[in-house]
């Protein structure tokens, strides 16, 4: 409008109409978020979005205005048109609709189709919100995994935004950092567990193991963080636990610290397999724990939430990508609970595709040395030489991944001769090789380089004494 080229732009017909329907129904002053933001001024933008669903909730009403939708249109038909409306779809505009008490809608010729009030039945079963929500209902008591789900169809032009318009929901302020990507949804998550002890934050990612395989996540490790709202698309069920004792968590440089009870489900009864579905039997196949949240499917009280977990060894543990959440059928599950730390960041490429999607290698730091028999941790080892050679950073005791040349699809491993280096252990070689199963390549004192199936992480020393390379994780 400073440039006074307002006209000549596509939504100034629209602040228009706007206008003109504040005037006509008695409004004195009228805030749209397009126009009435300064986005150069940091603090102005910083403000109005912490701000937004405060301002929305105290609105006298909220005018959506849905293109393409024409004046003819049944919203009470849960096929109609209007539903396809990409104000359903749009990241702000979901407290826009939940914030104020009275939102009207109007066709793109601004005719008035509906309020909210008259159409909430059939919102609640397009859009998967609670009915007694969209009606003003306090929806501050309810999971988190059940706010995250009312977003996880819904997309932003910016990425940092899907987190930024969620900001209202959670009842979170933050600061704003464009720039940061997927990492401002990391921050919102670490803001809520400020405020929040429930555990259903964790609980993303219920879809059935066969999409996920197909989408690509087989062998994947995660972190324990869900990475955009899309992860909790099947969470809108999922409760808390009520009473008992609280397990208080806490977010730290390397992971989530907390206490959480485990379960093998290989180590089940005949009995109590039989109540898992077909579909999950597949828990039964992998070398995995499973940790069990205080949370629960609102139709399965009897039954908690449990997320599939790999052993990093001292403790540390990371999400398995290739296995949804289960249910604990029945409760079968022991009371004690183990501390740990769910890992904070996980990355573990497969093949070249996946590294191109994601723009950036990845690298592997070196653990510690366990002695096989005493649990003791010794020194880091050093590494002499690697397959494909020249990926080992001494100085900062990492591994990059190895060159496209040398991958086979998604069968490739970087392989290490290392040296733990103590005087009371000479010539204490061992390979470490690191990657997905198949073919590997090795090489031990005096032999060349030779292709290997995979090796176990565990070398023999001169006194007869095993040690182990504690399992690798991502810088």
């Not at 005791?397 to 280096?421: F, Q, Y």
Request: aromatic share 10%; charged share 20%.
């Amino acid at each position: 409008m400073l440039n006074h080229n307002a006209k000549k732009k596509k939504g100034y017909k629209k602040i228009c109409e706007c206008c003109s329907k504040a005037v006509a129904d008695g409004y004195d002053f009228l805030w749209i978020g397009n126009c009435c933001i300064d986005k150069t001024s940091s603090a102005e933008l910083f403000e109005a979005i912490n701000s937004m669903f405060r301002w929305y909730k105290n609105a006298g009403v909220c005018y959506a205005y849905l293109d393409g939708v024409p004046y003819d249109t049944d919203p009470t038909q849960v096929e109609s048109i209007f539903w396809n409306a990409r104000w359903f779809t749009r990241g702000f505009t979901l407290q826009e609709l939940l914030a104020p008490d009275r939102v009207v809608f109007f066709s793109d010729t601004w005719t008035e189709l509906c309020t909210k009030r008259q159409i909430h039945s059939a919102m609640s079963r397009v859009l998967g919100i609670p009915a007694d929500v969209l009606i003003g209902a306090d929806f501050r008591h309810l999971s988190i995994a059940k706010r995250m789900s009312w977003a996880a169809r819904r997309q932003t032009s910016r990425t940092e935004d899907i987190a930024y318009c969620l900001l209202g929901i959670f009842d979170i302020h933050m600061p704003l950092l464009y720039g940061e990507g997927k990492r401002a949804f990391t921050r919102l998550q670490e803001e809520i567990m400020k405020v929040s002890d429930d555990e259903s934050l964790f609980a993303w990612g219920l879809e059935d193991a066969v999409s996920r395989r197909t989408a690509g996540y087989d062998l994947k490790l995660r972190g324990v963080l869900a990475q955009s709202p899309a992860e909790f698309a099947q969470a809108g069920s999922i409760v808390p636990y009520f009473g008992g004792l609280k397990r208080p968590f806490t977010m730290t440089n390397i992971g989530l610290q907390i206490s959480l009870p485990f379960f093998d489900p290989r180590h089940l009864g005949v009995d109590v397999k039989s109540q898992y579905q077909a579909a999950d039997q597949d828990i039964f196949r992998n070398n995995i724990s499973y940790g069990i949240l205080r949370c629960h499917d609102e139709n399965q009280i009897a039954d908690h939430l449990s997320i599939p977990l790999v052993d990093f060894g001292m403790g540390q543990y990371a999400r398995r990508g290739s296995n949804p959440p289960i249910s604990s059928k029945g409760g079968h599950y022991p009371s004690c609970l183990k501390p740990v730390c769910l890992l904070k960041d996980v990355v573990m490429h497969l093949d070249s595709a996946e590294r191109r999607a994601l723009g950036h290698d990845p690298t592997f730091i070196i653990g510690y040395i366990e002695h096989g028999n005493h649990g003791k941790y010794l020194r880091a080892p050093q590494v002499l030489q690697t397959f494909p050679p020249d990926l080992w950073d001494p100085s900062t005791r990492t591994i990059g991944s190895p060159p496209e040349k040398w991958m086979d699809g998604k069968n490739w491993h970087i392989v290490c001769l290392c040296d733990l280096a103590l005087p009371l252990l000479k010539d204490s070689y061992f390979i470490l090789t690191i990657g997905c199963l198949g073919l590997g390549y090795m090489k031990t004192p005096g032999t060349g380089w030779k292709k290997s199936t995979p090796l176990k992480m565990w070398k023999r020393s001169g006194n007869g004494q095993q040690h182990g390379l504690q399992q690798t994780q991502s810088a």
